[in-house]
């Protein structure tokens, strides 16, 4: 590897890492903001019969599933983010996979947030309420997986070729 790609491979990671601190830190300060605004206290109504802000505290995963083993969950999450890693590597390594490693560093800073929660709170803290739907509470980390996904899905449909894809998978 030459010393010019090199150096592009280590400020791809940098940027990365750096848009992945953002984001959880982001995810971390309105958790703080939760914690510290709403727990104990009755919702926070932002669009009347549409959206409000409600503390709670979830020791499961998506719709509550898992409740009660948090531990197990923040290990899944390790998994999955170390295996996301290593992808993202892959990603980072060819330029044609930028846009996925974008959506790729959405979503592991989404799982980052919600493993931290899990691993030193013991649940992870949602707050942000759909009353309009009766949608289950989720937080900004939530947001992060549920976009970074629905952008990596619609690259792997509208934007990769076949033989984008197809080169890929060779490497």
Known sequence: MSAGKKRAGLLSWFLTLCA????????????????????????VRIISGILELDYVENTG???GLMTGRPFFLAAVSVVFIVAGLFILNRFL??????????CLTVILAGAAGNMYDRIFR??????????LIRF??????????????LMLCVLLLFYFSEEDLAGWKRN
Request: aromatic letters at 14%; glycine letters at 6%.
């Open 61 to 63: 995963m998506a719709f």
């Open 20 to 43: 992945m601190a953002c984001m959880f830190l982001l995810d971390q300060g309105c958790k703080y903001l939760a914690i510290s605004k709403l727990r104990g206290k009755p919702p």
């Open 122 to 131: 013991g649940m992870v803290i949602d707050y942000i309420s759909f009353v």
């Open 136 to 149: 289950p509470v989720f937080n900004l980390a939530d947001c992060f997986v549920v976009v970074g996904t």
């Open 93 to 102: 390594a060819d330029r044609r996979m930028w846009p996925a490693a974008v």
